[in-house]
């Protein structure tokens, strides 16, 4: 069966075992997809890159947030970054 891998760095599970770091570092800042048996079981993503992923997940549900907000057909208000 063929499996999408969204990583351009593969390691196997025996080689993030012997050398975890070493595994991090070989994705150069982006994720390593961890193949078992040849098959994506999981991604190493470095703690940059997951905290990145982080901030624009909240970024979106702050867009949605606002979006459904003008929706309700309430008048914006505007302000300044000095009166938050």
Same mark, same amino acid.
């Given at each position: ?6 990583? =351009? ?5 025996? =080689?993030? $075992? ?5 595994? /991090? ?13 040849? =098959? ?7 703690? $940059? ?28 208000? $505007? /302000?300044?970054?000095? =009166?938050?």
């Amino acid at each position: 069966m063929a499996h999408r891998i969204l990583a =351009e760095t593969t390691a196997s599970i025996s =080689e993030l $075992k012997r050398n975890p770091m070493g595994t /991090v570092a070989a994705g150069e800042g982006l994720p390593v997809a961890v193949l078992n048996h040849n =098959e994506p079981a999981f991604y190493c993503v470095p703690a $940059k890159a997951y905290e990145a992923l982080m901030d624009r997940l909240d970024d979106l549900e702050l867009n949605l947030i606002a979006d459904a907000r003008l929706r309700d057909g309430q008048a914006p208000v $505007k /302000v300044s970054l000095d =009166e938050l």
